[in-house]
C-alpha cells in the first residue's frame, strides 16, 4: 500500500523539552503514547495516560484503520493478533503497520 506524500513515513514523535514555567512531568504526559515511554510503563490507571489517535495501514491489502488509545504498542500488538482484545474489523489486514500517530489528548472523546 502506497501512502500520501502526508504519510510516508511513520515517525513516533519524542517528548519535547518542558516550556520555562512548565514542570517536566507535564512535557513528559504529552508523549505518553510513545513506545519504551518510561512515564507511560510507571504510570498507573488509565486517567494518568494520554490518549493517542493512531493510523495503521495493512502490508497485506488495500486497508487503513483508525483508533484511539492510551498505549499504542499494545493496541498494535492486538491488531496483530499477538495479544486478545484487536477489533474484529482490523483482523483481515494482518500485519498492520504504523502509518501515523497523534498524541497529547486529555481524553478519549477529544482524539475524535
Not at 510507571?42 to 492510551?70: D, F, H, M, Q
Request: include cysteine.
Amino acid at each position: 500500500m502506497n501512502l500520501s506524500a502526508t504519510f510516508r513515513s511513520a515517525k513516533i514523535p519524542r517528548a519535547l523539552p518542558p516550556k520555562s514555567g512548565e514542570p517536566a512531568a507535564a512535557a513528559l504526559a504529552s508523549a505518553s503514547c510513545a513506545p519504551g515511554n518510561p512515564s507511560a510503563e510507571a504510570a498507573k490507571g488509565k486517567a494518568a495516560l494520554g490518549w493517542c489517535v493512531y493510523l495503521i495501514a495493512s502490508s497485506r491489502i488495500s486497508r487503513t484503520y483508525v483508533g484511539v488509545t492510551t498505549d499504542f504498542p499494545r493496541r498494535l500488538r492486538q491488531h496483530n493478533g499477538e495479544l486478545k482484545g484487536g477489533a474484529k474489523a482490523s483482523s483481515a489486514g494482518r500485519p498492520w503497520n504504523l502509518a501515523c500517530l497523534i498524541e497529547g489528548f486529555v481524553n478519549r472523546s477529544e482524539g475524535y
